[in-house]
């Protein structure tokens, strides 16, 4: 049976508590010091508006969250990467401090696809990142994840976004939501995490 829930931006009344939820949901994942330097970005996006709930008989049972490539230098230097492959040996040496730090293997790979070709891999700042998207367990399938993603996607085409990007933790079950909804791996690169696991930059082009 499908839940009667509702899809909004969070607002100021809700931030502790979806402030709270985020510290639960990723400290596996990203670990004490990954979730340390993602909480300062994700209050920022709640203080931005960039964060959006599922909210089911006023209990928040998901949320997602999203910036723009202007403002995150991260995913600039990932989409130059991915855009300009004469500069592996630079991502290399890179992932090789990662490698020393986390363990795990260094792994480059680059993907060719509409999304990556020469004639749409020319990123702009008004394109959006999809930061982090999270359904509470017990109220998986039920398509939370799919409804919030797409209501960023409608944002960003709002916002007059040509792509969105997403990335994925290895073996992530996000990862096939985002292939169900149209979107291409651009570049996978590892280590990226305190447990030597890699990710994957994905992209959908969702404007001419």
Known sequence: MSLDYTIETCQIERQKEVFALYQRAFLTALGEE??????????????????????LEKRIVGFAAYDFVSENNSIKNQLAF?????????????LKGNKEKYGGEIIIEYFDNEVTNSENN????????????????????????????????????????????????????????????GFLPIIKTGPNFFDGSSLTLMGKNIQK
């Open 122 to 181: 020319v990123f702009c700042d008004e394109d959006m990142l999809i930061t982090s998207v999270y359904t509470i367990p017990d109220f998986r399938r039920q398509r939370i994840a799919k409804a919030l993603t797409t209501q960023e996607i409608k944002i960003a085409k709002n916002n007059g976004s040509k792509r969105i990007f997403v990335n994925c933790y290895q073996g992530s079950e996000a990862s096939k939501l985002y292939e169900k909804l």
């Open 34 to 55: 990954g979730l340390a330097k993602r909480l300062t970005t994700f209050q920022k996006e709640l203080e931005d508006g960039r964060v959006l709930i599922a909210n």
């Open 82 to 94: 991915a855009r300009d492959r004469e500069c592996e040996e630079s991502l290399r040496q890179y």
